[in-house]
């Protein structure tokens, strides 16, 4: 069964940085694209970036173009988001996703329990 553990969320104010890392267990990593997305109170869970097979292609959601940054590393089974110049709006709860796909358009069916990622201004 695949598993999935977010961490690195917090507290932080507008323009710090954080990086989430997602651990990756119950299959082999390196075969499939993994995501991220995120929810913020009353919204719809959206997408924000993934990551193919291997990390050489990548895809962003326009919101946080220029400023995360999506990438694995399949011999720690550990995905990262590197999120710099925050904003108040990346406020949410951050999910790791993954699914039976090796494209960034990989459909995920997989989903971690999420870290909160809050931005104060």
């Known amino acids: 069964q695949v598993q999935l553990v977010e961490s690195g969320g917090g507290l932080v104010q507008a323009g710090d940085s954080l990086r989430l890392s997602c651990a990756a267990s119950?299959?082999?990593?390196?075969?499939?694209?993994m995501g991220w997305f995120r929810q913020a109170p009353g919204k719809e869970r959206d997408f924000v970036a993934a990551i193919n097979w291997s990390g050489d292609s990548t895809r962003y959601a326009d919101s946080v173009k220029g400023r995360f940054t999506i990438s694995r590393d399949n011999a720690k089974s550990t995905v990262y988001l590197q999120m710099n110049s925050l904003k108040p709006e990346d406020t949410a709860v951050y999910y790791c996703?993954?699914?039976?796909?090796?494209?960034?358009?990989?459909?995920?069916?997989?989903w971690g329990q999420g870290t909160q990622v809050t931005v104060s201004s």
């Open positions: 119950g299959r082999t990593f390196s075969n499939y694209a």
């Open positions: 996703a993954t699914g039976q796909g090796r494209t960034t358009y990989s459909v995920p069916n997989y």
